[in-house]
């Protein structure tokens, strides 16, 4: 009996944990994403010069 109560305390526990690790794996994904982005920005707003032409 105690030994069941053990068991699911801890996989709700291993469960909580997953699920923090899957919304981290996304918001790693997302800043990810994001920086690519900024440098798109920052490559439109500030060409190399040797693209640029004059």
């Not at 944990?17 to 994001?34: F, G, M, R, T, V």
């Amino acid at each position: 009996m105690q030994t069941a109560m053990v068991y699911r305390s801890n996989k709700k526990i291993a469960d909580c944990l997953s699920s923090l690790d899957e919304l981290i794996i996304a918001q790693a994904q997302k800043i990810e994403l994001l920086k690519r982005y900024k440098k798109g920005l920052m490559q439109q707003l500030f060409p190399v010069m040797d693209e640029v032409s004059v």
